[in-house]
């Protein structure tokens, strides 16, 4: 079954602390995402890649890093600049990184802080 | 800068009755207009999506939607609602040259017996 899988579904973070949330898809899309969630908020796009070891900042980046040394793996780490993680994580993917493409998305992870 | 309004937070249908939720979009060119939809605690499903053409798009589980170039609206309807359509709804666009998509804040759909 081809899909996007997020790991793990909630996810506890003490303060000062590093967390990654895991993204995978083995759908063979080159361009990956990133979004935060928030009551009320819509979606926030954070990072994106368009490409393997490529990737640029979205809307509110900041606290926030990527890497994309896969096809198939976007890890976003949430570090301890982030003043305010606890939110829902929705990572996507599409074919390509055009406009017409359509975003597919996973089941998302749920941060908290203790 | 790409916006996207959904006028309505909170939407109550009775079941059986039709349905429109509204979305309208910052003026640009040539848009390219998505709705999805979130069960809670979910990730986020495509319904439809509208990029030239015919301004009437059919999607998935009954739902349509209508492109309005004049009034930068693109307003999602079903004839008739059922109580497993209570969710949340995104509408998002895109713009040519741009490779990101901009979400508005959601309408809930409640349903009522």
């Known amino acids: 079954d081809g899909g996007i899988t997020q790991s793990p579904k909630y996810l506890f973070r003490k303060e000062g602390q590093n967390v990654t949330l895991s993204c995978e898809q083995n759908?063979?899309?080159?361009?990956m995402y990133w979004y935060r969630q928030d009551p009320g908020q819509g979606l926030r796009l954070i990072y994106y890649s368009q490409i393997v070891n490529d990737f640029q900042k979205g809307d509110i980046a900041e606290g926030y890093s990527v890497s994309r040394e896969k096809k198939e793996s976007f890890p976003l780490t949430v570090t301890s600049a982030q003043k305010n993680p606890t939110a829902f994580y929705l990572c996507?993917?599409?074919?390509?990184?055009?406009?017409?493409?359509?975003?597919?998305f996973g089941p998302g992870t749920r941060l908290l802080v203790l | 800068a790409q916006s996207v309004t959904q006028p309505d937070i909170h939407i109550t249908v009775s079941e059986g009755a039709s349905l429109e939720l509204r979305c309208n979009y910052s003026?640009?060119?040539?848009?390219?207009l998505f709705w999805y939809v979130q069960s809670p605690g979910q990730g986020l499903q495509l319904l439809l999506k509208y990029f030239s053409g015919d301004t009437l798009v059919q999607g998935i589980k009954g739902f349509e939607a209508e492109f309005k170039r004049s009034q930068s609206s693109f307003n999602l309807r079903k004839p008739s609602v059922h109580w497993s359509d209570a969710a949340e709804y995104f509408c998002?666009?895109?713009?040519?040259?741009?490779?990101?998509?901009?979400f508005g804040k959601g309408t809930m759909l409640l349903v009522s017996p």
């Open positions: 759908l063979n899309h080159d361009a």
């Open positions: 996507a993917s599409s074919i390509g990184p055009g406009e017409q493409e359509t975003q597919y």
């Open positions: 003026y640009g060119a040539t848009p390219y």
């Open positions: 998002a666009v895109a713009y040519s040259g741009y490779s990101t998509l901009t």
